[in-house]
Nanobody, 115 residues
Framework: QVQVVESGGGLVQPGGSLRLSCAAS????????MGWYRQAPGKQRELVAI???????NYGDSVKGRFTIAGDNAKNTIYLQMNSLKVEDTAVYYC?????????WGQGTPVTVSS
């Protein structure tokens, strides 16, 4: 089994920054990608950022230029640096790991951007 655990969410003011972490453990032998999705109340889950094991990245349009994803393959850990946060970034942020055609999700960490 694979476990995915997020951390780092919280309350931040508009314009502020926050850094999320995600650590994967368990039966990890050849993961393809890790990444972040988010879901705001009443909305569908959407892509935030993905990073492959070769370092390629992909971002959702709404976060390009503000968020940066980075990974440490040796630790099966990824990070999401979120800058210039907006109220509309408020959501539960979910981490995922993709391996051998399966996707493993974390429980999510809430991010609230409010003054």
């Amino acid at each position: 089994q694979v476990q995915v655990v997020e951390s780092g969410g919280g309350l931040v003011q508009p314009g502020g920054s926050l850094r999320l972490s995600c650590a994967a453990s368990g039966s990890i032998f050849a993961f393809y990608a890790m990444g972040w999705y988010r879901q705001a109340p009443g909305k569908q889950r959407e892509l935030v950022a993905i990073i492959t094991n070769s370092g390629s990245t992909n971002y959702g349009d709404s976060v390009k230029g503000r968020f940066t994803i980075a990974g440490d393959n040796a630790k099966n850990t990824i990070y999401l640096q979120m800058n210039s946060l907006k109220v509309e970034d408020t959501a539960v942020y979910y981490c995922l790991l993709q391996q051998m055609g399966s996707v493993y999700w974390g429980q999510g960490t809430p991010v609230t951007v409010s003054s």
